[in-house]
Nanobody, 122 residues
Framework: QAQLVESGGGLVQAGGSLSLSCAAS????????VGWFRQFPGKEREFVAA??????LSADSVKGRFTISRDNAKNTIYLQMNSLKPDDTAVYYC?????????????????WGQGTQVTVSS
């Protein structure tokens, strides 16, 4: 089993930046693909970005503003969020899967963090 713990959420004004971190522990050796999802109130989780050993993929809504990265030595992934908009306000979740291919569907990820709130004020 692997455990994921997010940190770095908070309140920021529109146009500002936040950096989220996700620390993995436990059996992390097979977590080849890791990513971020977000959930708006009353909605299902939606894909934000993911990274494997070769590639990254971002949702169109965040492309050019959000950057995902990983530090394998620290078992940590990051989401740098710039030019934030009020529409980015959501709970952000870190997720991981053992497959090598990046997937954008919630059900493809077996491991989840507890979520961190990001609030962007106008």
């Amino acid at each position: 089993q692997a455990q994921l713990v997010e940190s770095g959420g908070g309140l920021v004004q529109a146009g500002g930046s936040l950096s989220l971190s996700c620390a993995a522990s436990g059996r992390t050796g097979t977590l080849y693909t890791v990513g971020w999802f977000r959930q708006f109130p009353g909605k299902e989780r939606e894909f934000v970005a993911a990274i494997n050993s070769r590639n990254t993929l971002s949702a169109d809504s965040v492309k050019g503003r959000f950057t995902i990265s990983r530090d394998n030595a620290k078992n940590t992934i990051y989401l740098q969020m710039n030019s934030l908009k009020p529409d980015d306000t959501a709970v952000y979740y870190c997720a991981a899967r053992s497959g090598l291919v990046i997937r954008t569907t919630e059900s493809d990820y077996a491991y989840w963090g507890q979520g961190t709130q990001v609030t962007v004020s106008s």
